[in-house]
């Protein structure tokens, strides 16, 4: 019996997809793609919009040197020398300054009646009341030495105010081995000298401002004294004059000052004065800074530590670096209307599709605009286009442009061009200004560096 031929008949099957799975696909495609784009494409640095001011490069603070009518005087004999007024003090011509005892007599003899009589008269305590009161109203605990600078400066008063008490009972008793010598002129004494007596604005170098270099000779009374040298120096003029070091920065910044106000950080004391900028020997610009009054003030002081007081401007912060300049249409205003949803300005463009004219309500973004124009970018428009007044048949013809500054803002993912009003700079920024319709805002996104970009650029982030 033959086996019986079975016949196997494959039926195919068809193939089912399942969605999850191809939608799972796509979206790893898509990761996949942005990834790749990710890594591969540039990324665009931005800086984040900040309120900012000027304060940085305002007030700026200046070590300056004194310049003044000083006049030195020389001693006519060798001696022991003694003063009889303060350092510092006003002296009229006929005041009774110092004196020079040749031998030692007179040292002996002011000893010895300062041992009979040394009390103090009414008008010496005053003298010294005065001195206590004015360092008590100007001591800073920062520059606690001063204290000690004042201690000698009283110890100092104090003998001179007994030594000139003795003095005037000795006026009849003066010998032929001492002589008592008044100022012959009117002005503000002081007892050093430093070489800086003559110096003018126009004999400026940058070394004059070396305080590591600068000495003084100081004199005080018992100095033993030859003929022919220093003893004493008068300032004889209010006008006095305080000269200051400037930057490239700064001489640009004070170009066209001619008045300022400053503030003397060593008592705190604010006035204002005449400056102006000039060429010193070395030719170097130094700013001059001109004063009618303060000069017994600061008399005792060569190098005066002062500061500027500007006006503080603020506004929003911007990198220098973003700045850039740009065309922009300019449209009349009357051609613009606010309208839609965002209260937007349109305006109502000619078109012509095949061949046939008709007019679209048009939203460009507004890069500026002042009392009677609008300013858009020219990416916007072509040159030519035709805008029509709202009811009316009067057309503007786009194609003036003016030049701006601005920046590129990116808040929404592409460059636009917003213009900005510059108030003042910076080393590093622009202080800009806010509040404007169509300016920037506090945390605005804009590109950091405005040469590589372009308008309507997308930007990475």
Do not use: C
């Amino acid at each position: 019996m033959s086996a019986k031929k079975k016949n196997v008949v494959r039926y195919r099957s068809n193939i089912h997809l399942n969605a999850g799975i191809v939608i799972f696909g796509l979206i790893l495609i898509y990761l996949f793609i942005n990834i790749v784009i990710y890594f591969t494409t540039e990324r665009t640095a931005f800086y984040e919009v900040v309120s900012g001011t000027n304060s940085e490069e305002a007030n700026n603070s200046f070590t300056g040197i004194a310049l003044r009518d000083e006049t030195i005087k020389y001693a006519k004999s060798s001696g022991y020398i003694d003063y009889y007024v303060r350092e510092g003090s006003r002296i009229s011509a006929n005041t009774t300054l110092y004196s020079i005892d040749e031998s030692g007599e007179l040292n002996d003899l002011l000893t010895e009646m300062n041992r009979e009589n040394s009390k103090l008269t009414s008008e010496n305590i005053d003298t010294i009341s005065n001195l206590l009161y004015d360092f008590s109203n100007n001591f800073d605990a920062m520059n606690f030495s001063d204290t000690y600078n004042f201690k000698n400066t009283l110890k100092g008063t104090v003998i001179d105010l007994i030594n000139m008490n003795s003095l005037q009972k000795l006026a009849s008793k003066e010998g032929k081995h001492f002589s008592i010598n008044k100022s012959g002129v009117s002005g503000i004494v002081l007892y050093r000298v430093d070489d800086y007596e003559t110096l003018t604005a126009k004999k400026l170098k940058q070394t004059h401002f070396d305080k590591n270099a600068y000495t003084a000779a100081l004199f005080s009374s018992g100095d033993k004294i030859d003929a022919g040298t220093p003893i004493y120096k008068t300032i004889q003029n209010e006008e006095w004059s305080i000269a200051i070091q400037l930057s490239n920065q700064e001489k640009k910044r004070y170009r066209k000052t001619t008045g300022i106000q400053i503030k003397f950080l060593k008592d705190g004391l604010t006035t204002t004065a005449n400056f102006e900028i000039v060429k010193g020997a070395d030719k170097r610009s130094y700013g001059i800074i001109s004063l009618s009054k303060y000069a017994i003030r600061y008399a005792s002081d060569r190098f005066i530590d002062i500061q500027i007081i500007d006006n503080v401007i603020s506004g929003l912060k911007i990198p220098k670096s973003s700045l850039a300049s740009k065309n922009l249409y300019i449209i009349p205003k009357e051609y613009g209307s606010i309208g839609g949803e965002q209260q937007k300005i349109s305006f109502n463009r000619q078109v012509t599709k095949k061949g046939k004219t008709s007019t679209e309500i048009y939203y460009p973004s507004i890069a500026y605009s002042d009392d009677n124009f609008y300013y858009v970018s020219t990416t916007l428009f072509n040159n030519g286009d035709i805008l029509i007044k709202n009811d009316s048949s009067e057309q503007f013809i786009i194609g003036k442009t003016q030049k701006f500054v601005g920046v590129y803002n990116i808040n929404n993912g592409y460059t636009i061009f917003t213009r900005v009003n510059i108030l003042d700079t910076t080393k590093e920024y622009y202080i800009v200004e806010s509040g404007n319709n169509y300016g920037l805002a506090v945390y605005d996104r804009i590109v950091l560096d405005a040469s590589n970009v372009t308008e309507n650029q997308i930007i990475f982030q």
